[in-house]
Nanobody, 114 residues
Framework: QEQLVESGGGLVQAGGSLRISCAAP???????MGWYRQAPGKQRGLVAM???????TYDVSVKGRFTISIDNARNTVYLQMNSLEPEDTAVYYC?????????WGKGTLVTVSS
């Protein structure tokens, strides 16, 4: 069982920044960690993902504004969100892929006001 704990969500103004984190201290044999988001009434979609080797993938909607990073020693992934827009408002979910499968965190809410 993989336990993922997200933190750092909150309310920010458009143009502002926020940094969210996801920790998985008990996980082993991790391949990738990433962030997905889901707005009300919409499907969950990829925001960014990173391999333990540091290779990254971003959705076009956040390219150039968000930066994903990973601390392998602490088994923690971060998402630095800059130039936030109201359209970024969503519940952000952490996803971990390991040798045992895929696991999801419970989500952290990010609200961007205009």
């Amino acid at each position: 069982q993989e336990q993922l704990v997200e933190s750092g969500g909150g309310l920010v103004q458009a143009g502002g920044s926020l940094r969210i984190s996801c920790a998985a201290p008990g996980s082993t044999s991790v391949y990738t960690m990433g962030w997905y988001r889901q707005a009300p009434g919409k499907q969950r979609g990829l925001v960014a993902m990173i391999t333990t080797g540091g290779m990254t993938t971003y959705d076009v909607s956040v390219k150039g504004r968000f930066t994903i990073s990973i601390d392998n020693a602490r088994n923690t992934v971060y998402l630095q969100m800059n130039s936030l827009e109201p359209e970024d408002t969503a519940v952000y979910y952490c996803k971990l892929v390991s040798s045992r499968g895929s696991y999801w965190g419970k989500g952290t809410l990010v609200t961007v006001s205009s």
